[in-house]
């Protein structure tokens, strides 16, 4: 089941670098027909939305390091448990935040689950293979 949870932790990653891209590289353009957003809209939250481009990155790093971390330590080299960590931490922040979007902005519901399933997931998955 870890492997499962890595996997899925791995795609929960690549899903945040992509909104990465999405808010902090193509806002202004690409990434309006994504959000929904006026050419107005997108230029005056332009600031916001590279911040928050970054926030999703850093989640996604975190991820991804304790991925490799956890793959590549032995199990009680502590390599494992530091990685297993981080995993958590990473899907597990991303888990939380699409909660918030979920519970404070109904209309944006569907964005909330597409972005919080997969972390969610990984984060059973690791904790049903850690307790194994």
Do not use: C
């Not at 909330?112 to 997931?121: D, H, I, R, S, Y």
């Amino acid at each position: 089941m870890t492997v499962v949870g890595l996997v899925l932790a791995g795609l929960a990653a690549a899903l945040h670098v992509y909104i990465f891209w999405l808010e902090s590289v193509v806002w202004t353009t690409r990434a309006r027909a994504v959000f929904g957003t006026s050419e107005q809209e997108a230029a005056a939250t332009r600031e916001m939305a590279f911040n928050q481009g970054f926030y999703n990155l850093f989640l996604a790093v975190v991820t991804a390091v304790g991925i490799v971390l956890a793959a590549a330590g032995a199990e009680g080299s502590g390599l494992d448990a530091a990685g297993s960590a981080l995993v958590l931490a990473g899907t597990g922040s991303m888990a939380a935040a699409a909660l918030v979007l979920f519970a404070s902005s109904p209309g944006k519901r569907g964005a909330a689950l597409k972005q919080g399933v997969l972390p969610l997931l990984a984060v059973v998955a690791l904790v049903v293979g850690f307790t194994v």
